[in-house]
Each structure stands twice: as structure tokens, then as C-alpha cells.
């Protein structure tokens, strides 16, 4: 699965999964879990599986963007070498080396 692979990358690079919003009554590794499956972080993987590297991908979201995927999206995009933009009901996030244009405000 593509998501598995995107986010052992991250892990080897020191990523570690913020489960301080996650409000389902789990343990730390259910509530790890349920952050994987967020809709942007899906979306990002079916980008990844059907485009070619270097694209910039978009997505839209009807809900704001968490802590753990908008820390994780800045990882991604320094890793995979893409500029990521998602917007979500606040603002557009663009995400580029690492940076967000929000400055890490949102």
C-alpha cells in the first residue's frame, strides 16, 4: 500500500505522529492508526499512485487540515521532492521544502 510506504519514510526520517487532537478513546497506537486513514493523507496517496513525480498535487477538503497531517504534508514534501496544496475551509496550504505558506498559523 502506498500510505504504509509514505509514511515509513517519514518515520525513518524522525516523524512521529501528533495524537494530541485524536479524541477517539484508543491507545497510542489505535489513535496512530486512525490518523493514517485521514481523507488527505488518502488523497495524497492515490496522487502518488497515479501521477508522475514532480506534479503538484492538490487537494480540497471541506474541513480543516490537523496538526499531524499538516506536520506530516511538510515532511512529505520535503522528502518526495513535491509541492503539496491543500485547501481546507480556512485558507490554502502550499506546502514546499518542508514550508508552509501559513507559516505553521491556521
Known amino acids: 500500500m502506498m500510505l504504509d510506504e509514505i509514511m515509513k519514510r517519514l518515520k525513518r ?9 485524536a479524541l477517539l478513546q484508543l491507545d ?18 492515490f496522487c502518488f499512485l497515479k501521477t508522475t513525480p514532480g506534479t503538484p498535487i492538490r487537494i480540497v477538503k471541506n474541513l480543516r487540515i490537523c496538526c499531524d497531517c499538516h506536520d ?3 515532511m512529505i514534501s520535503q522528502e518526495f521532492n513535491r509541492e503539496i496544496v491543500i485547501r481546507d475551509c480556512n485558507r490554502f496550504h502550499h506546502f ?5 505558506s501559513c507559516k505553521d498559523y491556521w
Open 13 to 21: 526520517r524522525g516523524f512521529v505522529g501528533n495524537t494530541s487532537e
Open 28 to 45: 497510542e497506537e489505535g489513535k496512530e492508526l486512525a490518523l493514517l486513514f485521514h481523507s488527505e493523507k488518502l488523497a495524497l496517496a
Open 72 to 74: 506530516a504534508m511538510k
Open 96 to 100: 514546499r521544502e518542508g514550508l508552509c
